[in-house]
T-cell receptor
Framework: EPEVTQTPSHQVTQMGQEVILRCVPI?????FYWYRQILGQKVEFLVS????????KSEIFDDQFSVERPDGSNFTLKIRSTKLEDSAMYFC????????FGYGYTFGSGTRLTVV | QKEVEQNSGPLSVPEGAIASLNCTYS??????FFWYRQYSGKSPELIMF????GDKEDGRFTAQLNKASQYVSLLIRDSQPSDSATYLC??????????FGPGTRLSVLP
C-alpha cells in the first residue's frame, strides 16, 4: 500500500536553530498538508499546499514557518528559528483530492521534533 | 472557533463487547465527519467517514451521525485488545481543513 514517508523520524535541535522536516507524499496525490501534535494534545492543522502554493494556513503557521515542494516529489516544512514550544510530532499528509471528500488523508509516520 | 469535543477517557470495555465513542461539534455547517485511530506514538489512521444522517457500517465499525444534535459516534463491535488506541473525531468543511477532537482513549481488556 502506498505510504507517505517522513524523515527524520526524530530530530533534536537547539533553540534558535533552523530545521527542515522532509516528506515524500504518495506519488499521484495532489494535495499536501502539515499537521502537528504536541505531546498529549490535539492534532492541529498547520498548512495545506496545492498546485505549488499554499492554499490555507492556520494561525500557528507564522513567519517562522515555510513550506516548499522543491523537486516534484519532496514536500518540506522549514522552521527558521526554533522555539521550545515547537517541540511536537509533525505529521505530513497527502490526498488525491481535497481531503474531506470521502478520502481523508494518508498521514506519514511523523517526525518528532525536540527543541532543547 | 470550530470545536470538536470528545470524552478523553479512558473508556474500558471487556474483549468482545461493544465500544461506543462519542463526539460533538460546534459548527452546524460541518459537512463531513471522520474517525481516525491513533496508536501511541504513531500517526492517525483513517477508519471511516460519514456525510449523511444515520448509520454507516464497515466491518466491525459503525459510524452514526445526527446533524440536528451535532453528534457523531463510532461503535466498535466485538472489541479486541488490538483496538486499544486513541480514537480521533475530525470534521471537515469544504475549502477548509480538518479540525480534530482531543481523542478518546479506548482500552479493551482481555
Amino acid at each position: 500500500e502506498p505510504e507517505v514517508t517522513q524523515t527524520p523520524s526524530h530530530q533534536v535541535t537547539q533553540m534558535g536553530q533552523e530545521v527542515i522536516l522532509r516528506c515524500v507524499p504518495i506519488s499521484n496525490h495532489l494535495y499536501f498538508y502539515w499537521y502537528r501534535q504536541i505531546l498529549g494534545q490535539k492534532v492541529e492543522f498547520l498548512v495545506s499546499f496545492y498546485n505549488n502554493e499554499i492554499s490555507e494556513k492556520s494561525e500557528i503557521f507564522d513567519d517562522q514557518f515555510s513550506v516548499e515542494r522543491p523537486d516534484g516529489s519532496n514536500f518540506t516544512l522549514k522552521i527558521r528559528s526554533t522555539k521550545l514550544e515547537d517541540s511536537a510530532m509533525y505529521f505530513c499528509a497527502s490526498s488525491e483530492r481535497e481531503g474531506g471528500f470521502g478520502y481523508g488523508y494518508t498521514f506519514g509516520s511523523g517526525t518528532r521534533l525536540t527543541v532543547v | 472557533q470550530k470545536e470538536v469535543e470528545q470524552n478523553s477517557g479512558p473508556l474500558s470495555v471487556p474483549e468482545g463487547a461493544i465500544a461506543s465513542l462519542n463526539c460533538t461539534y460546534s459548527d452546524r455547517g460541518s459537512q463531513s465527519f471522520f474517525w481516525y485511530r491513533q496508536y501511541s506514538g504513531k500517526s492517525p489512521e483513517l477508519i471511516m467517514f460519514i456525510y449523511s444522517n444515520g448509520d454507516k457500517e464497515d466491518g466491525r465499525f459503525t459510524a452514526q451521525l445526527n446533524k440536528a444534535s451535532q453528534y457523531v459516534s463510532l461503535l466498535i463491535r466485538d472489541s479486541q485488545p488490538s483496538d486499544s488506541a486513541t480514537y480521533l473525531c475530525a470534521i471537515y468543511n469544504y475549502g477548509q481543513n480538518f479540525v480534530f477532537g482531543p481523542g478518546t482513549r479506548l482500552s479493551v481488556l482481555p
